[in-house]
């Protein structure tokens, strides 16, 4: 029984570290080489000595497949090419490939730099790592090998983010990496056709969460942001270099826009406006609106929003300002909020999730008063806001993917347990198809049914199909012919070919049945009686009446014979071939019931 | 040698190719007929190669063939296509007869024996649905023989079975146009072969092919469209189409159950796997909006657009498609909408919210929550939050259309409108503010959504603005803080954009008109009164302090407590309002105060009724008064063009009848002037003053009657009837002045005949009017017509002049509801004092903007005029997308008009100004006559008399000041 097997290395029941290993139909893949953020010892990255403990990962592997450039899904991809060692193709779609260099030697820099780690990726392996790296077009059938095939699908969440969809011979299974269903300023709805895989792994972040409408947040955000302004206020937004940051300049640049907005607003410098150059440039991977209007002006190239500099912040006059990190745990951002925070006019809107221990967070839960370094006191007088911005589907968008895709079998990683459960028993409830949740190392077999392809000639098939009636494709047909297995193929062929193929003399089976039956007229006459009966009750096939007394029907020879002892009983002697087995069979019980009495 | 005589060879095949050619171009138009086909023939029969015949037949198909010499074409070219061994030249054949079959005026039944044994024997698929098509066309032209549609559909039935899908495609499409649609209608015609035409198409619904199963749909609306009942029982059918693998047939899917939703609304369906049964309307209304979340947004967008449309679902379904359940890790969520609802009603309005605000409530029954709901829900969620904007688009309209007819939907969908408001694409705005301007008589904005709507009043694009404007004239607010805020909102707005100016005094008049009793209140603090000291009177000039004393005046207009609140400058500024704004400020009854009493004086004004009444009083005066002496008919008709314009001026409802009939007057007047005795009986040399008169005043009757019959929306036939009568009867001034002026006889005799022809045509056209027009200068001309048409010219003008003469005047009768079209040009608006500067040779742009009211069909119409000071004249014509429609029977005009010169030495004035474009063919009398010479042969009618084109000035030309500079030397 062929089977799929699915063993993720990172990111089953979890968020962090996705990195998911596949074997079809005798091809390994490996989905994802992420990093876990919650870690900062071995746990991080994946443990890829689960693959093979001593033999080389490049002959293990087929080929690694990357779907975003989140370092959640990419961290540890250095760390396995180059300490590990792998040598075979990774696989990532144009603006993947671009910005996830510069986020790995953003994180090796901090790692390593700041945090004076060693036994870390240098520079060069990451250079090293991308040269081994295939970019992928969307919807570009990508031939790894002779049998391994993948496709990207569009998948929103950030730029590049793509869904992938591997494929051996007619298994397939789909893997989302993340994705959202729901267009956003910058970026589409992730889309996909209906492929109908065996699998379809999915991320389950919001397995739990039905989503408001975005246009609600975008406005309350839009309403602050100008409120604020107009009151002469300074605003705040930290943010992430990438995905939110360019969301978030988009709407306000729009804005400013068609509100006729004077207020400055400024940017951080660094990753950002490298990022922003990659936006500039794939200008095909974002949403409708942009991609119309890029002709007339490309939306990337911000007129009003410029570089910030250190000195702008005590500028008097409102502005807005996107800073990072987005957490304010540290840098530019955590510098302009202690700067800004002691007057009641200015805002810090915190447009993301904040982990505990961030001053993010505190400001978030209501304190007003915070002790910085050096034991200040940091009195908190500015307003405090909270838009959340995320880019991943929700359980009705997971729905939504799976009721596009027509997946055979589900299953369910990058999310929590808990989560996940509610949503497993969803799915099986409403599609009926299998679900699955495995843990980290936990393996998942799920057998397959694939088609077999065997070859039919031409003529055969022509012949067959015009015995029955209309062709129906949706239905299972019938059909006669020899099937012959040579050299790992199968064909099907007339059983003429096949004998002359084979050698083989024809033998000619032969049915012959004898009937008795009471009629004490001649012979010819019976038969004559015989033949306007058939000639009668089988109305759509050719009835003969053959000058030497005998009955043809089709190809059924019917001859009667006297039967020397009693002259009231005449014999039929009906013969057919094997093929004609159905009508044969027929016609005996027919003339068994004997002939009808009234006679013409 | 060889080579010369090659030469030679060719030469004159050449030549005979010639003459044949210039033969062919000689002869006339009912000589070709046996020349084409003969033509087609030789050509055909020339052909060496397929490819070669295939030439011939594709430079054959660009040239048009008569109706009588089709069935000869169609000869020759079966004849070749029996002969034919490539397959191309018979797909060309079969098509050539499709379009041949086509031609007007040829019957088609004489061929259909010879299309349908041609099938017979074909091979190839392609050839065969080609065919087929032909066979279309001759069916959809025999439409009402049964014998022919019951043939065709045999033979559509037979090739069903066919392997190839394009055969198939074509025997359906057959079908759906020729299926029966009155069973039963003959007996006979039912027991043969039990044509059940919907059966045969539902057999196909399950075909391999997607584009048959898409023919299947489509031939299955065209049967609807026929106007045959299609079976409830297809619908399950349909609904299994709608997880059809392929778009296109999902797409069609949905039309098809959205038909059958419209047909058995009421019926009962059973909801599988469940033992309960719902209306089929409602059932398809889940399914259609389940479709609105489909993978291809083409079956998003038809899906979208079909919702609107279903206005007999339940409300209970209705409105489930604006809920989507909102949970966060299961637990109940209340959405942003319901949280800004809840804040509002406890009165705390507009607080910022905090981290967590919005963190979820109640635990969820974990099995209770449907994530793919098989009914409606969230579908206008969905579809409003669509990436593609034709899907949101469609959403809009959808809601807008649904809102309309339930207004408890319209309340709940007002949240989600609002939303709409930010779209990323002007469109969708644009879109959605209209909408909720449609739907809000049924709506009363709330405080919060009344913040978020006025926003989008700080939009950089005029049409959003304005369109808003539109919104805030009939929207409802329900408190005193929203009406301030609105009119703070609308104050910011006009400082930021002054351009706004009239659009918004516009907005509060309404605003303030229906919302007297929340003003009241506002009235002290808008016009700072103080109650001890008096403060400093307000500007006058300033647009802001007049915005709000519209507002104020208009809620003052039915709240008679009001004007005790305002203090004494107020009072005159009322007057100096009510002046020169009559159209913004409305009479008030000021108590205690004495009004200037001139006659623009509101007070003295009577309202509608009486001057309705002086209206007709005063054209019956007109018309009674026959029988007065010229002076006094020429005084009193002078008299009352006077009043009426005054009366239109006054009353703007009464303007376009007053101006109408002033306009019919002055023609009149005009006539009386120029048909006056003492002129007539001098020898005509002498009196050329006299003549030229007469002629100048023909003219301008002419010009006014092709204003009364174009600028006036309106006009009914009755009143085409007159002022053509008006027109003629100018026509025969004009040609009594040319007889008395011309000498000689020759040029009489064309202008004689051309006006008889007239008369003639005047006759066929308003032949059913005739009877009401007794006694007129027509009536006693057609009496004369015999002795007209034998008369020699001379003899015949002077017959003219005296029917003329005694002639009486016609009764207007007046139309039910007319408008004068009018045009006030926004922009540019010629105050400055700033030359426009180019480069002469180059072009600069010029932005028009006008206000175009009661212009039928503008986009054809409407043309813009620029005068340059050397006379030269520039017409250009606006783009149809220039044109858009704020409301009923309004339109604006934004657009850019190019202008250019050579270089002037200093600055001069141009002036640019809106033309109102006429073409006479194109009025509803003439259409009747002409119709039917039209069609038949385009190229051999004659230039008609009726074409006449022409521009009416509708707008006050601008000034525009300019400087074309000469061009600087480049640099070399």
Known sequence: MPEIKVTPLGAGQDVGRSCILVSIAGKNVMLDCGMHMGYNDDRRFPDFSYITQNGRLTDFLDCVIISHFHLDHCGALPYFSEMVGYDGPIYMTHPTKAICPILLEDYRKITVDKKGETNFFTSQMIKDCMKKVVAVHLHQTIQVDDELEIKAYYAGHVLGAAMFQIKVGSESVVYTGDYNMTPDRHLGAAWIDKCRPDLLISESTYATTIRDSKR?????????VHESVERGGKVLIPVFALGRAQELCILLETFWER???????????????????????????????????????????????????RAF??????????????????????????????????????????????????????????????????????????????????????????????????????????????????????????????????????????NIPVDISLGLLKRESAIGLVPDSKKPKLMHGTLIMKDNSFRLVSPEQALKELGLGEHQLRFTCRVHIQDPRKEHEMVLRVYNHLKGVLKDYSVQHLPDGSIMVESILIQATAQSEDQGTKVLLVSWTYQDEELGSYLTSLLKKGLPQTTA | MAAHLKKRVYEEFTKVVQQQHEELSAKKLRLTKPSKSAALHVDLCKATSPAEALQYLLQFARKPVEAESVEGVVRILLEHYYKENDASVRL????????????????????????????????????????????????????????????????????????????????????????????????????????????????????????????????????????????????????????????????????????????????IVPIPSSNEEIRLVDDAFGKICHMVSDGSWVVRVQAAKLLGSMQQVSSHFLEQTLDKKLMSDLRRKRTAHERAKELYSSGEFSSGRKWGDDAPKEEIDTGAVNLIESGACGAFVHGLEDEMYEVRIAAVEALCMLAQSSPSFAEKCLDFLVDMFNDEIEEVRLQSIHTMRKISNNITLREDQLDTVLAVLEDSSRDIREALHELLCCTNVSTKEGIHLALVELLKNLTKYPTDRESIWKCLKFLGCRHPTLVLPLVPELLSTHPFFDTPEPDMDDPAYIAVLVLIFNAAKTCPTMPALFSDHTFRHYAYLRDSLSHLVPPLRLPGRKLVSSPVSPSVTPHEDPSQQFLQQSLERVYNLQHLDP???????????????????????????????????????LLIKALQEKLWNVAAPLYLKQNALASAAAKQIMEETYKMEFMYSGVENRQVVIIHHMRLQAKALQLIVTARTTRGVEPLFGMCENFLQEVDSFQRCFISELPHMQDSFVDKLLDLMPRLVTSKPSEAVKILQTTLRQSTFLHLPLPEQIHRATSTIIEPAGESDNPLRFTSGLVVALDVDATLEHVQDPQSTVKVQVLYPDGQAQL?????????????????????????????????????????????????????????????????????????????????????????????????
């Open chain 1, 216 to 224: 609600c947040r975008e406005r309350d955000f839009l309403k602050k």
């Open chain 1, 259 to 309: 509100m006729n907005l004077k207020a400055p607003i400024y940017f951080s410098m660094g990753l950002t406006e490298k990022a922003n150059h990659y936006y500039k440039l794939f200008i095909t991977w974002t949403n409708q609106k942009i991609r119309k209007t890029f002709v007339q002006r490309n939306m990337f190239e911000f007129k009003h929003i410029k570089a910030f500099d």
């Open chain 1, 313 to 450: 912040a005590d500028n008097p006059g409102p502005m807005v300002v996107f800073a990072t990190p987005g957490m304010l745990h540290a840098g530019q951002s955590l510098q302009i909020f202690r700067k800004w925070a002691g007057n009641e006019k200015n805002m810090v809107i915190m447009p993301g999730y904040c982990v505990q221990g961030t001053v993010g967070h505190k400001i978030l839960s209501g304190q007003r008063k915070l002790e910085m370094e050096g034991r200040q006191i940091l009195e908190v007088k500015m307003q405090v806001e909270y838009m959340s911005f995320s880019a991943h589907a929700d359980a009705k968008g997971i729905m939504q993917l799976i009721r596009q895709a027509e997946p055979r079998s589900v299953l369910l990683v990058h999310g929590e347990a808990k989560k996940m459960e509610f949503l497993k028993q969803k799915i099986e409830q409403e599609f009926h198809v299998n679900c699955y949740m495995p843990a980290n190392g936990e393996t998942t077999t799920l057998f397959t049914s694939p």
């Open chain 2, 92 to 267: 060309k054949i079969a098509s050539l007869l499709g379009l041949l079959s086509k031609t007007a005026g040829f019957s088609p039944d004489c061929i259909m024996d010879d299309a349908i044994n041609t099938l017979q024997n074909e091979k190839s698929h392609q050839v065969l649905a080609q065919l087929l098509d032909t066979l279309l066309v001759i069916g959809t032209k025999l439409t009402e023989n049964p014998a022919v549609r019951m043939r065709l559909l045999d033979v559509a039935c037979k090739y069903l079975t066919d392997s190839s899908h394009g055969v198939r495609n074509k025997c359906l499409q057959l079908i759906g146009y020729l299926g029966s649609v009155e069973k039963g209608a003959t007996k006979e015609a039912e027991s043969l072969a039990t044509k059940d035409v919907q059966k045969i198409i539902g057999d196909h619904f399950n075909d391999q092919d997607p584009r048959v199963r898409t023919a299947a749909i489509k031939a299955m609306l065209q049967l609807h469209e026929r106007g045959l009942k299609l079976q409830q029982t297809i619908y399950s059918q349909a609904c299994k189409l709608l997880s059809d693998d392929y778009e296109q047939v999902r797409s069609a899917a949905v039309q098809l159950i959205w038909v059958l939703s419209q047909l058995y609304p009421e019926s």
């Open chain 2, 631 to 669: 002076q006094s008919t020429q005084e009193l008709l002078e008299f009352t063009i006077r009043d009426l314009q005054r009366l239109g001026e006054l009353q703007s409802e009464l303007a376009g009848v007053a101006d109408f009939s002033a306009t019919y007057l002055r023609c009149q007047l």
């Open chain 2, 876 to 972: 250009i014509h606006p783009k149809p997308a220039d044109f858009r429609n704020p409301g009923p029977g309004r339109h604006r005009l934004i657009t850019q008009v190019y202008l250019s010169h050579t270089a002037w030495t200093e600055p001069c004035q141009i002036e640019v100004r809106l033309l109102l474009a006429y073409n006479s063919s194109k009025s509803k009398a003439s259409t009747r006559l002409s119709k039917s010479t039209w069609i038949d042969s385009m190229e051999a009618l004659p230039p008609s008399e009726y074409g006449i084109e022409g521009t009416i000035p509708f707008s006050k030309p601008v000034k525009v000041y300019i400087m074309p500079k000469p061009a600087r030397r480049a640099l070399v």
